[in-house]
Structure formats: C-alpha cells, structure tokens
Nanobody, 124 residues
Framework: QVQLVESGGGLVQPGGSLRLSCAASGFTLTDYATAWFRQAPGKEREGVSCITSSERTTYYVDSVKGRFTISRDNAKNTLYLQMNSLKPEDTAVYYC?????????????????WGKGTLVTVSS
C-alpha cells in the first residue's frame, strides 16, 4: 500500500523544538522530490520546504529559513523536518508530499502522494 504517514507533532512552547517524520511505504523516497506543507486554521496551505531526490538541494520558505531543516534517511525511507526556535505562527497541520522535482513545489500541485498531516501547536 502506497502511503505517507506523518508523526512527531504536538504542543511545544515558543522557542522550543520538534522533529516531524514522514514515513513512506509502497514507494521509494529517493525517486522523488519530497516536500513539507502546512496549513494554519483559516489560512491557505503553504509550502514550507522541499528536498530534491538527489538531496543536493533544499528549499525553504523565507519565514522558516535558519530555523527549519529538511532531511531524509534513505535506509528508513523517511523524510524529516527539524523545527527549532518555534513561534506561535508556526502552529499548523503539517503535511508531507512527493512529486517529481522541487521546481515550483510551493504551488502545491503535481504531487503523486500526500500524507494526512500532523498537528503542531506552539503556545505557552
């Protein structure tokens, strides 16, 4: 069965850290560019980060640069998003997704697979 399953979300205080995981099954992440999106309550879905299939290039939305790091463990077929210095405005449901390339990744179309999301709440 082909699927992406996110985990690692939760409640964290401002300034704290979380690491999100996205486990793939039924296909190999190394064959795809993989991205993280988020959707806050009442807001549109936003592309957060993307990593190319070769892992040579990563992309980040300006609001998370220097705080978030995308990575992949090919042996575990798992994508990660390390989130540091979290802010209340990072509160959202975070989704992972896979497509051919990172070009235009933030537009949100052309993805072959999507996960169901994990909730991140940043609050004191």
């Amino acid at each position: 069965q082909v699927q992406l399953v996110e985990s690692g979300g939760g409640l964290v205080q401002p300034g704290g850290s979380l690491r999100l995981s996205c486990a793939a099954s039924g296909f190999t992440l190394t064959d795809y560019a993989t991205a993280w999106f988020r959707q806050a309550p009442g807001k549109e879905r936003e592309g957060v980060s993307c990593i190319t299939s070769s892992e040579r290039t990563t992309y980040y939305v300006d609001s998370v640069k220097g705080r978030f790091t995308i990575s992949r463990d090919n042996a575990k077929n798992t994508l990660y998003l390390q989130m540091n210095s979290l802010k209340p405005e990072d509160t959202a449901v975070y989704y992972c997704a896979a497509r051919g390339t990172c070009t235009g990744y933030s537009l949100g179309y052309g993805y072959h697979y999507w996960g169901k999301g994990t909730l991140v709440t940043v609050s004191s």
